[in-house]
Nanobody, 115 residues
């Protein structure tokens, strides 16, 4: 049973933009989605953007001001708007959720920033 599906990745030139989507289903609601992570080639998975208690958002320093996380509860989807992309943003991007006392991960979507 598919629970989280990421989409929207692709190849983009430096300075370009992409919007990633994380569609939740099954027993997962968009409100259960905690944030977006990424894993670059040869690197550990790292947190990119997250929702915090109180409805705020938090970003890693390297994407602050360029990325925006948001959710549309009516569509049960969480988004990551990525602007001014850099080659170092190249990675597989994953969304993460916590529901029913366990964590869920999607299959990821590849983002490649290259000229």
């Amino acid at each position: 049973q598919v629970q989280l599906v990421e989409s929207g990745g692709g190849l983009v030139q430096p300075g370009g933009s992409l919007r990633l989507s994380c569609a939740a289903s099954g027993n997962i609601l968009s409100a259960n989605v905690l944030g977006w992570y990424r894993q670059g080639p040869g690197k550990q998975r790292e947190l990119v953007a997250a929702f915090t208690p109180g409805g705020r958002t938090n970003y890693r320093d390297s994407v602050q001001g360029r990325f925006t996380i948001s959710r549309d509860n009516a569509k049960n989807t969480v988004y990551l708007q990525m602007n001014s992309l850099k080659p170092e943003d190249t990675a597989v991007y994953y969304c993460n959720a916590f529901a029913g006392a366990r964590f869920y991960w999607g299959q990821g979507t590849q983002v490649t920033v290259s000229s």
